[in-house]
């Protein structure tokens, strides 16, 4: 399920953020402490509040668990991109292989074309991030490009135009 943030859900944050092979392909690879993943959950939050959409925290219907999020933002650490609204997500390792990633991409794809103006989407992920890119294959983005982050990293850039979304 798809929800709007809580200030409980900081916990479960910080757990996500707090586990290398989760970060093993967000920006250098950095593991957040528990005030860098509070600082996250606040932008998270500021952004919502600003653009009227953002990353939804995923919830599992079972136990009511923070699972991870997925949404839309926009990236900031990506300057010649960052006008460009980015989906993307991020799972705890035990809901790997589930399944519920891409269920709630689509969800979040839809939702964002559904009630926002943006003619297109796009998502970044490193090249080694197999699973992202699948991701995005199943939400019908086509990677268009190639993209240097400040540190000199190569990221894949997907796209998605809002015309195919509604043909499809
Ligand atoms: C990216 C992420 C959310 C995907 O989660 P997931 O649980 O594997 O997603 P799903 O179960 O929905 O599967 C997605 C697809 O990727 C495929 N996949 C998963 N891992 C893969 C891998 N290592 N290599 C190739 N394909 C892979 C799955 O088979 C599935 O495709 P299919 O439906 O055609 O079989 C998860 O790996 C994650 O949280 N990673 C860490 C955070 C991250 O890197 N975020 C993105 C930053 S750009």
Same mark, same amino acid.
């Given at each position: 399920?798809?929800?709007?943030?809580?200030?409980?859900?900081?916990?479960?944050?910080?757990?996500?953020?707090? $586990?290398?092979?989760? @970060?093993?392909?967000?920006?250098? &690879?950095?593991?957040?402490?528990? !005030?860098?993943?509070? %600082? /996250?959950?606040?932008?998270?939050?500021?952004?919502?509040?600003?653009?009227?959409?953002?990353?939804?925290?995923?919830?599992?219907?079972? $136990?009511?668990?923070? @699972?991870?999020?997925?949404?839309? &933002?926009?990236?900031?650490?990506? !300057?010649?991109?960052? %006008? /460009?609204?980015?989906?993307?997500?991020?799972?705890?390792?035990?809901?790997?292989?589930?399944?519920?990633?891409?269920?709630?991409?689509?969800?979040?794809?839809?939702?964002?074309?559904?009630?926002?103006?943006?003619?297109?989407?796009?998502?970044?992920?490193?090249?080694?991030?197999?699973?992202?890119?699948?991701?995005?294959?199943?939400?019908?983005?086509?990677?268009?490009?190639?993209?240097?982050?400040?540190?000199?990293?190569?990221?894949?850039?997907?796209?998605?135009?809002?015309?195919?979304?509604?043909?499809?």
């Amino acid at each position: 399920m798809l929800r709007q943030w809580r200030e409980d859900d900081l916990d479960g944050l910080a757990a996500v953020n707090a $586990d290398p092979e989760v @970060m093993r392909y967000i920006h250098d &690879g950095h593991v957040h402490d528990r !005030p860098e993943a509070a %600082a /996250s959950l606040g932008r998270i939050r500021a952004q919502w509040a600003e653009h009227g959409f953002g990353l939804w925290a995923v919830e599992g219907k079972q $136990d009511g668990s923070l @699972m991870g999020f997925c949404g839309v &933002g926009f990236p900031r650490f990506l !300057p010649a991109l960052e %006008a /460009s609204p980015e989906i993307g997500w991020r799972f705890a390792r035990r809901h790997w292989g589930t399944g519920y990633a891409s269920e709630a991409a689509v969800a979040s794809r839809n939702d964002f074309f559904s009630t926002q103006d943006f003619d297109h989407l796009i998502s970044l992920a490193f090249p080694g991030n197999l699973a992202s890119h699948r991701v995005m294959q199943k939400l019908g983005m086509r990677r268009v490009a190639d993209a240097t982050l400040p540190s000199g990293a190569t990221v894949w850039v997907h796209r998605l135009e809002r015309d195919d979304w509604t043909a499809a």
